[in-house]
């Protein structure tokens, strides 16, 4: 019954692995997101999707490819994995793209590089 | 650019007081207003949206106001139980017509039994 969900929910790595997240969600959502939690708790939007296709790109450095196979899914590929990506990442659905829909969130993705 | 602000970064109280978290924003110009709970190592739970024509939204023991024209929205906890104890987040699209949400910097919450 779980809305959205995310795996793995731990992740720990080597500095200049590639590794991916994996994002699903079950309430028929048409938008996706993917924010970045770092050490401080801040949290930030990375990208957003609406029905397989990116409508926000923050200044997220290229080695970071979002895909979305269909609209209930929204994966995450990080590549040549550095220090500074160490976080918690968060997936997150709404309805749609306007911005009257309440954001879904899923319990987040651990991401400790070594 | 939209910045949001709370107060307290951190709360401590005993069990049975009505507390208020505090919210503010630079842009008045949003569509709606989200209030957010995490536990420690957990996701984001969201316990209340209000939409910009609302002044007001209730949920339970929770109360969320909004004032959009000094940029302020409090969330109120009556009678708070040491199950409350999290960090609230409030967040706000930032108008670029999707939902990009800009985050608060939470304020951390323990209420001791």
């Known amino acids: 019954d779980t809305a959205v969900s995310q795996t793995p929910k731990y992740l720990v790595t080597q500095m200049g692995n590639d590794k991916s997240i994996k994002c699903e969600q079950n309430?028929?959502?048409?938008?996706m997101y993917w924010y970045k939690q770092d050490s401080k708790k801040f949290l930030k939007i990375m990208f957003s999707y609406n029905n397989k296709e990116l409508i926000i790109n923050e200044t997220v450095p290229n080695r970071f490819s979002p895909k979305s196979p269909d609209k209930a899914h929204l994966n995450l590929h990080i590549n040549s994995l550095e220090l500074g990506d160490s976080a918690v990442y968060f997936c997150?659905?709404?309805?749609?793209?306007?911005?009257?829909?309440?954001?879904?969130f899923g319990p987040g993705t651990r991401l400790t590089v070594l | 650019k939209q910045e949001v602000t709370q107060i307290p970064a951190a709360l401590s109280v005993p069990e049975g007081e009505n507390l208020v978290l505090n919210c503010s924003f630079t842009d008045s110009a949003i569509y709606n207003l989200q209030w957010f709970r995490q536990d420690p190592g957990k996701g984001l739970t969201s316990l209340l949206l209000i939409q910009s024509s609302q002044r007001e939204q209730t949920s339970g023991r929770l109360n969320a106001s909004l004032d959009k024209s000094s940029g302020r929205s409090t969330l109120y906890i009556a009678a708070s139980q040491p199950g409350d104890s999290a960090t609230y987040l409030c967040?706000?699209?930032?108008?670029?017509?999707?939902?990009?949400?800009?985050f608060g910097t939470g304020t951390r919450l323990l209420v001791s039994p």
């Open positions: 309430l028929g959502h048409d938008t």
């Open positions: 967040a706000v699209p930032w108008n670029t017509g999707f939902q990009k949400l800009v």
């Open positions: 997150a659905s709404s309805q749609d793209r306007i911005t009257y829909n309440e954001q879904f």
